[in-house]
Nanobody, 117 residues
Framework: QVQLVESGGGLVQAGGSLRLSCAASGMIFSINDMNWYRQAPGKQRERVAS???????NYADSVKGRFTISRDNARDTVYLQMNSLKPEDTAVYYC???????????WGQGTQVTVSS
């Protein structure tokens, strides 16, 4: 059974930083792309960042230069370092992956990030 467990959210002032973590289990972590999504109140869920098994990142334009995605395949964990946070970054952040073997899509429970102005 695949599980994705996020942690690291919280309340921070604008300009501050947070680091999110997503610990995966029940899957072969090292062969799957990993993604971070976010969903703000009243808005659609949007992809924030992705990382390939080899560590190549991809970012939404809205977070380029401020967020950094990374992974530790030995710990089955993906991270999202968020710097220079803005109030518009306020959202629930979700970890996501699509299994390369089964094509099933998996989501974590989400972690709340709130940026005050």
């Amino acid at each position: 059974q695949v599980q994705l467990v996020e942690s690291g959210g919280g309340l921070v002032q604008a300009g501050g930083s947070l680091r999110l973590s997503c610990a995966a289990s029940g899957m072969i972590f090292s062969i799957n792309d990993m993604n971070w999504y976010r969903q703000a109140p009243g808005k659609q869920r949007e992809r924030v960042a992705s990382i390939t098994p080899g560590g190549r990142p991809n970012y939404a334009d809205s977070v380029k230069g401020r967020f950094t995605i990374s992974r530790d395949n030995a710990r089955d964990t993906v991270y999202l370092q968020m710097n220079s946070l803005k109030p518009e970054d306020t959202a629930v952040y979700y970890c996501n992956t699509e299994s390369r073997l089964s094509k099933a899509n998996y989501w974590g429970q989400g972690t709340q990030v709130t940026v005050s102005s």
